[in-house]
């Protein structure tokens, strides 16, 4: 069983910076992916940045130049550098994972992002 842990969440003004954090324990063999998606109320879960194990990033178009993910293998885990944040960023921020030889995804419990005007 692996277990998802985020931190840093909290509340901005629009402009500042948050740095999230996700850190995965349990049976590890190996990531194959792992990622950070965002829910607003009333809206859907989308994806916000991903990484592989290789390092390979991609992000959503809404994000791209101010947000940062990285990862660290031998910590198992994934950061989301988000700077010049704005109003539309507020939502609930939840770490995702997949992990060689598990037949499902792993999801966190959610960490809130709020950012005032």
């Known amino acids: 069983q692996v277990q998802l842990v985020e931190s840093g969440g909290g509340l901005v003004q629009a402009g500042g910076s948050l740095r999230l954090s996700c850190a995965a324990s349990?049976?590890?063999?190996?990531?194959?992916?792992m990622g950070w998606y965002r829910q607003a109320p009333g809206k859907q879960r989308d994806v916000v940045a991903t990484?592989?194990?290789?390092?390979?990033?991609r992000y959503a178009d809404s994000v791209k130049g101010r947000f940062t993910i990285s990862m660290d293998n031998a910590k198992n885990t994934v950061y989301l550098q988000m700077n010049s944040l704005k109003p539309e960023d507020t939502a609930t921020y939840y770490c995702?994972?997949?992990?060689?030889?598990?037949?499902?995804?792993?999801w966190g419990q959610g960490t809130q992002v709020t950012v005032s005007s």
């Open positions: 995702n994972a997949k992990f060689a030889f598990h037949s499902r995804d792993y």
């Open positions: 349990g049976s590890i063999f190996s990531i194959n992916n």
């Open positions: 990484i592989s194990s290789g390092g390979s990033t």
